[in-house]
C-alpha cells in the first residue's frame, strides 16, 4: 500500500521559514518523480514544486521562486520543501504527491496533508 | 504555461441527476487532463487520467471526454457522497496548472 505523510507545519510569522518533509512507502520512491501541491482557502489546488527521480530536475511554480527549494532523500524516502521568506499568500494545506507513473502523469496518491498557516 | 478555465464554479444538483463540468485549455494542443475530487477534509481523490481513463476505485459513473481545448467530467445518477469540488488539471508540462474548481452541492 502506498503511503504518503507529511510533517513540518505550523503557524509561522511572515518571513520565517519551515521544512516540510514527506515519508513514502508501499512503492519505490527512488524511481518516481514526486510533486509538492498546496490548497489555498477558498481558491482551490495549485501545483508547487516537482522533482526528478535523482533530484536533477526540479521545478516550481513562478510565485515560489526563489523562496522555496525541493529536495530528496532517496535512501531513506523522504522528500522535502523548504520554504523561506515566507508570505500570508503561502497559507495552505500542502500535500506531497505520487503521479502515476514514474516520469509523471496524474497524481494518484496523496498524503494527508499539512497545514501551514503564515499569520503576524 | 497552458491555462485551464473550469465552468461552472458551483453547481446544485439532485440524486439521481447527470451533471458536467467544463474545462477549457488556454492552447491548442494535445493536452492530457486529469480530474480529481475534493470532499471537505479529505485529501484529494484522482477521478480520470489521460482525459478518458477512470482511475483505479473511481466509480463508473464519472466519465470524461474531449473535443479540441475543451474537456469534459461527467458524472452519471449523482449520489449524495458527490457532493465535494472537483478540478481538472493539465500534465503536458510543467506547471501542471488545475482549474479553478467546481463546487457540486447535491440537493
Known amino acids: 500500500e502506498v503511503l504518503l505523510e507529511e510533517s513540518g507545519g505550523g503557524v509561522l510569522q511572515p518571513g520565517k521559514s519551515v521544512r516540510l518533509s514527506c515519508s513514502a512507502s508501499?512503492?519505490?520512491?527512488?524511481?518516481?518523480?514526486m510533486h509538492w501541491v498546496r490548497q489555498i482557502p477558498g481558491k482551490g489546488l495549485q501545483w508547487v514544486s516537482g522533482?526528478?527521480?535523482?533530484?536533477?530536475?526540479?521545478e516550481y511554480v513562478e510565485s515560489v521562486k526563489g523562496r522555496f527549494t525541493v529536495s530528496r532523500d532517496n535512501a531513506k524516502n523522504s522528500l522535502f520543501l523548504d520554504m523561506t521568506d515566507l508570505k500570508t499568500e503561502d497559507t495552505a494545506i500542502y500535500y506531497c504527491?505520487?503521479?502515476?507513473?514514474?516520469?509523471?502523469?496524474?497524481?494518484?496518491?496523496w498524503g494527508q496533508g499539512t497545514l501551514v498557516s503564515v499569520s503576524s | 504555461d497552458i491555462q485551464l478555465t473550469q465552468s461552472p464554479s458551483f453547481l446544485s444538483a439532485s440524486v439521481g441527476d447527470t451533471v458536467t463540468i467544463s474545462c477549457r485549455a488556454s492552447e491548442v494542443s494535445k493536452s492530457y487532463v486529469a480530474w480529481y475530487q475534493l470532499a471537505s477534509g479529505e485529501a484529494p481523490k484522482l477521478l480520470i487520467y489521460a482525459t478518458y481513463i477512470l482511475a483505479s476505485g473511481a466509480p463508473s459513473r464519472f466519465s470524461g471526454t474531449a473535443s479540441g481545448t475543451d474537456f469534459t467530467l461527467t458524472i452519471n445518477s449523482l449520489q449524495p457522497e458527490d457532493s465535494a469540488s472537483y478540478y481538472c488539471q493539465v500534465l503536458n508540462s510543467f506547471p501542471n496548472n488545475f482549474g479553478q474548481g467546481t463546487r457540486l452541492e447535491i440537493k
Open positions: 504527491v505520487k503521479p502515476l507513473g514514474i516520469m509523471g502523469g496524474a497524481y494518484d496518491h
Open positions: 522533482i526528478s527521480w535523482n533530484g536533477r530536475k526540479k
Open positions: 508501499g512503492f519505490n520512491f527512488g524511481e518516481h518523480l
